[in-house]
Nanobody, 126 residues
Framework: VQLQASGGGSVHPGGSLRLSCAAS????????IGWFRQVPGKEREEVSC????????YYADSVKGRFTISDDKPKSMVYLHMNSLKPEDTAVYYC????????????????????WGKGTQVTVSS
């Protein structure tokens, strides 16, 4: 199982980015795939999660209305569309997946994700 996040970069406040997570080694039929972010010295924060089985999504309050998570099962990709970016969105962003039953975002929140990819840096500054 491998996950590879990409698409990070530097943008001005109010700008947009699309992060991509390429998944391999498993089928995106029934699992949770989430985006997390971490700033040095702070705890890792869950940003968004999608249940690939039924398409249910979860967003942290800090990104609701600005970020959108989506998946493309034929391409084994998950995307995080980030709009109206703020300086406080600056972090390293990671994608992760839970394959262990029950493989959904709610279970992942308590039981954790099983696999993590390397992160991609997002910097929002003027």
């Amino acid at each position: 199982v491998q996950l590879q996040a990409s698409g990070g970069g530097s943008v001005h406040p109010g700008g947009s980015l699309r992060l991509s997570c390429a998944a391999s080694g498993f089928t995106m039929n029934y699992n949770a795939i989430g985006w997390f972010r971490q700033v040095p010295g702070k705890e890792r924060e869950e940003v968004s999660c999608i249940d690939t089985g039924d398409g249910s999504t979860y967003y942290a309050d800090s990104v609701k209305g600005r970020f959108t998570i989506s998946d493309d099962k034929p391409k084994s990709m998950v995307y995080l569309h980030m709009n109206s970016l703020k300086p406080e969105d600056t972090a390293v962003y990671y994608c992760a997946t839970r394959l262990k039953f029950p493989a959904n975002c709610a279970a992942a929140r308590s039981g954790g994700m099983d696999y993590w990819g390397k992160g991609t840096q997002v910097t929002v500054s003027s």
